[in-house]
């Protein structure tokens, strides 16, 4: 799947913004890998337990590869 999927999933979650986008990416270096990974590596990277409620939140009930193909099929441009 496209890289950016996981970027707009991020964006999607309230309090998520370029900050903690930069924490993410820094401390897993790459937003799948961030996606996938537990609450506790949340935490580890900076993001304050009120967020990691929210990001487990949204993970439970967004599917990605869905939401990314609404995306795609709107013809969408993700820079």
Do not use: C
Not at 8 to 33: M, P, Q, S, W, Y
Request: without cysteine; proline residues 1%.
């Amino acid at each position: 799947m496209d890289a950016r999927a996981y970027w707009v999933a991020f964006n999607t979650i309230k309090g998520i913004g370029a900050v903690r986008l930069r924490l993410l990416l820094d401390h897993f270096g790459d937003l799948e890998i961030a996606w996938h990974s537990p609450s506790d590596a949340y935490r580890a990277a900076g993001i304050s337990q009120k967020i990691v409620e929210k990001i487990q939140q949204r993970k439970e009930s967004l599917d990605i590869e869905s939401y990314w193909k609404k995306i795609e099929d709107a013809a969408i441009t993700v820079l």
